[in-house]
């Protein structure tokens, strides 16, 4: 939604078409992030286990990473239920990979990702696992933090 200043009614920028797989369709959208060098929206659409890029001038996104069918899964290409993603200054982008208890690092223009922390499918409270990681962001320096949530912490990675 967009909304106008001072308005009270928003306008639908993109979706609205049911939840769904095509491409014209979110599925559970949980997270964006406004990458301003394409002028789009990095979408979370977790229900469809993938990440999108939407350009504003376009009416069909285009799939980031996991995959379009909608099936999650744990390998190096597949995500289950993301629900963030942020990019760096280089276009790598960094995925909250929820179900799969990870975060998912995709080096620009590639649809391979590397697990950067995290197990794949492991969930626990010590330092190298997660339970159910939800949100991330970098700082200045590229350090790299993730909201645990079901561990009820913010666990802080420095740039490697």
């Not at 963030?84 to 620009?108: C, E, K, T, W």
Request: hydrophobic share 40%; proline share 2%.
């Amino acid at each position: 939604m967009a909304y106008a200043k001072n308005a009270i009614n928003g306008t639908v920028v993109f979706g609205g078409q049911g939840a769904g797989l095509n491409k014209t369709q979110l599925y559970l959208p949980v997270g964006i992030y406004l990458d301003y060098v394409s002028n789009s929206l990095l979408i979370a659409n977790c229900a469809a286990h993938n990440v999108i890029r939407w350009v504003r001038s376009e009416h069909e996104w285009i799939l980031m990473a996991g995959n379009i069918n909608g099936v999650g899964s744990s390998t190096s290409t597949t995500l289950q239920a993301v629900t963030d993603m942020i990019l760096d200054p280089m276009g790598n982008m960094y995925v909250a990979d929820r179900n799969n208890h990870r975060i998912q690092l995709f080096m620009s223009g590639e649809y391979v990702g590397q697990t950067i922390a995290g197990v794949a499918g492991v969930f626990g409270t010590n330092a190298s696992l997660f339970n159910n990681p939800w949100c991330v962001k970098l700082d200045n320096q590229l350090n790299l933090y993730v909201v645990d949530s079901d561990n009820r912490r913010i666990q802080k990675f420095l740039r490697y």
